[in-house]
């Protein structure tokens, strides 16, 4: 079982250095965890994530190590995500009052 704590430093370490050896597992443990859907490759070897709560999506190839410009937006994505489904439970804890 992977921790919230372990996808929070895997978070900001992505953020300090997306220049670094990150490689799609750690991609996949981030989205386990925030509840992203990581979709593979129908064809090629791009995998694609996304947001229930966002519109866009972002793709991702299956490369070692990932350029920083895909971990950064990664990172960017995370980071809207999470924002957006901690307004929603806000909402939904409201509204049951």
């Not at 190590?65 to 806000?90: M, W």
Request: hydrophobic share 35%.
């Amino acid at each position: 079982m992977i921790k919230v704590e372990e996808v929070a430093e895997i978070l900001r370490k992505m953020k300090a250095n997306p220049k670094g050896n990150w490689r799609l597992e750690d991609v996949k443990k981030v989205c386990e965890v925030t509840t992203l859907k990581m979709s593979p490759p129908k064809r090629g070897s791009h995998y694609k994530v996304s947001s229930p709560y966002l519109r866009n999506h972002l793709t991702i190839p299956y490369a070692k190590p990932i350029h920083k410009i895909y971990i950064k937006a990664f990172v960017n994505l995370c980071n809207a995500h999470l924002e957006c489904a901690h307004r929603a439970n806000g909402e939904k804890k409201r509204l049951r009052r």
